[in-house]
C-alpha cells in the first residue's frame, strides 16, 4: 500500500467503523479521523440534535461540507453510515485512499442499534432501518475497493482480517 494512502472505512451503522479504525490506526501507526466527530465540531451539536433540528439533507450537506474539507494523509477515516449517499464525498475520499466496507447482515445490525433513537441515524422520513439498510448495502458495494466481512468476529479477528485484505 502506498504510504501517503488513506483507508476508509464505510459501512452500516453498528459495522464498527470507528472501534475498528483507532485499533486499525494504531496498529499501522496511521492517524485516525472520525467524521462523526468532526461533524459534531463543525456543527457544534450531536449528531441526532443536527437530524431533529435540521433534518436529514441539512445532516448529509454538513456531512459532504466536513468530508470534502479533509485532506489526511496517511490516516484511517471512519465515516458515518449515510457517506455513501453523496458520490461528492464519495470520490473525494476515494481519490485519497482505499475504500473498506465493513459488512454486517442486518440482522446484527439490528442487535447492535439497541440506542437507535439517539445514535444519530439519518433515515429518510417514513423509511425503516430495514429501508435504509437495503438501501445501501448496493451503495458500500459499488464503492468499496474491499469488502471484510464483520459479523461474530471479535475486534482484534476484524482488525487482523482488515490488514490482511489490505
Do not use: W
Not at 109 to 117: A, G, H, V
Amino acid at each position: 500500500m502506498h504510504q501517503h494512502r488513506n483507508i476508509i472505512l464505510i459501512g452500516m451503522p453498528g459495522a464498527g467503523k470507528s472501534t475498528v479504525g483507532v485499533v486499525l490506526a494504531k496498529t499501522l501507526g496511521m492517524q485516525f479521523v472520525d467524521t462523526d466527530i468532526l461533524i459534531q465540531e463543525r456543527a457544534g451539536k450531536m449528531l441526532q440534535e443536527i437530524l431533529d433540528t435540521d433534518g436529514p439533507e441539512a445532516f448529509k450537506r454538513i456531512e459532504e461540507e466536513t468530508i470534502l474539507s479533509l485532506h489526511p494523509r496517511r490516516a484511517v477515516i471512519a465515516t458515518g453510515g449515510s457517506v455513501v449517499c453523496s458520490p461528492d464525498a464519495m470520490a473525494h475520499l476515494k481519490s485519497g485512499g482505499l475504500v473498506v466496507y465493513l459488512e454486517i447482515p442486518y440482522a446484527e445490525m439490528e442487535k447492535r442499534l439497541k440506542n437507535i433513537t439517539t445514535r444519530g441515524i439519518v433515515l429518510l422520513p417514513g423509511q425503516s432501518l430495514r429501508g435504509m439498510y437495503d438501501e445501501r448495502v448496493p451503495l458500500y458495494e459499488k464503492y468499496a475497493d474491499l469488502t471484510v466481512a464483520c459479523s461474530g468476529g471479535d475486534l482484534e479477528s476484524v482488525v487482523e482480517n482488515v490488514i490482511e485484505a489490505l
